[in-house]
Every structure is written in C-alpha cells, then in structure tokens.
C-alpha cells in the first residue's frame, strides 16, 4: 500500500470540536474529519477493493466512502495525523487473508480430562443435595 498516494486520496476537513482545549475549544477548529473514498481509489486493485468492501461494509457510507474523524488531541495537526494512522491501520487489517484454519481432533487425554471434570462437578453437585431417607 502507498501511503503516500493514500493521503493524496484523502480529504481533510476541519470543524469544531467538544474535546480538550477549554474555552480555546470555542475559537479554533481542532477535530479533523477524514472523508476517503474506495471507489474511486487508485491505490488498491479491485480484488483488493471487493475485499475492503466486504471486509469493511458497516464503515461505508452508501456512496462507499469511509468518514473518520479523530478530536483527542487540542492541535489540529497532531489529529490529521492520528486519524490518517487510524485509516492505515483499517486498510491494513481488512486487507489482511486470514489463516486456513487445520481441521484436528481432540486427543484421548484431552476426552478423557473433560469427562474426569464432568465426573467430579456432577459428584460436587450431588453432594449438595439432601440425603434421602
């Protein structure tokens, strides 16, 4: 992935923000919204594309942009940066092919160990009740 083509991509915009900052909060515009758009992208293929589609469908807008937004910090700068990381880190993960998972038995010390349990929680539990007369 270029990340230097990704932020190209991206589009940056600035409002206000309800986070850190006192009554500053009120003058300057420190919370940063992200608006990318997979569609229109150029930096991924359209395999890679049906993958973050999919991968990433309850992120997605209707027109398939993804819209983050980031207001921890009080300097608009340090947000952008933050919230172009927190994009990157999405990408990567839903890009990510997950393992093929091997298929394995469980042993016969491992059957056996979990009847013994059994055994002993059933035998705790009758212990519990009353004796009958």
């Known amino acids: 992935m270029n990340k230097d083509a990704l932020y190209l991509e991206c589009d940056f915009k600035a409002v206000r923000s ?3 900052g006192g009554q500053h909060v009120n003058k300057t515009s420190t919370k940063v919204m992200l608006h990318w758009s ?3 992208s150029a930096v991924f293929d359209e395999v890679q594309k049906d993958r973050l589609v ?5 992120k997605l807008t209707t027109e398939g942009s993804l819209v983050l937004s980031y207001d921890q910090s009080r300097s608009q700068h340090k947000n952008k940066e933050e919230v172009f990381k927190n994009l990157v880190k999405l990408l990567e993960a839903g890009l990510k092919i997950p393992k093929h998972r091997k298929k394995t038995k469980p042993s016969l010390a491992s059957k056996k160990r979990r009847l013994d349990t059994k ?8 212990n519990r009740r009353p004796p009958s007369l």
Do not use: Y
């Open 38 to 40: 997979l569609s229109d």
């Open 18 to 20: 309800s986070g850190p």
């Open 54 to 58: 999919v991968r990433l469908s309850s």
């Open 119 to 126: 055994k002993r929680t059933a035998d705790k539990k009758a």
